[in-house]
């Protein structure tokens, strides 16, 4: 089993940025694509970004593009999200997962493990 432990939330100003952390235990995650989603209140929780497993491919939604960077450290067995130009819209708890058997990017059920998520505030 592997858990994962989301950390870096807040509340912040437009135009701020924050960075997340997805903290795994359980086993290394160092085999598996990682990603991040984001449900606002009242939305469905949609794709934000994925990296694959060595680090070498990413993908993120278009809106988030250019703002948003994903990496990750497989020796600290934790994946990041670094925001920037944040926006109201980005307002949602974020997650993080796992994906040990491949799939499509961006569908949650191609992931087989979840964070409890942290809340990102943008205010205007």
């Known amino acids: 089993q592997v858990q994962l432990v989301e950390s870096g939330g807040g509340l912040v100003q437009a135009g701020g940025s924050l960075r997340l952390s997805c903290a795994a235990s359980?086993?290394?995650?160092?085999?598996?694509?990682m990603g991040w989603f984001r449900q606002a209140p009242g939305k469905e929780r949609e794709f934000v970004t994925a990296?694959?497993?060595?680090?070498?491919?990413?993908y993120y939604a278009a809106s988030v593009k250019d703002r948003l960077t994903i990496s990750r450290d497989n020796a600290k067995n934790t994946v990041y999200l670094q925001m920037h130009s944040l926006k109201p819209e980005d307002t949602a708890v974020y997650y993080c997962?796992?994906?040990?058997?491949?799939?499509?990017?961006?569908?949650?059920?191609?992931?087989?493990?979840w964070g409890q998520g942290t809340q990102v505030t943008v205010s205007s």
């Open positions: 997962a796992a994906s040990a058997r491949g799939g499509l990017w961006t569908l949650s059920t191609a992931y087989d493990y």
């Open positions: 990296i694959s497993s060595n680090a070498i491919s990413t």
């Open positions: 359980g086993r290394t995650v160092s085999s598996y694509r």
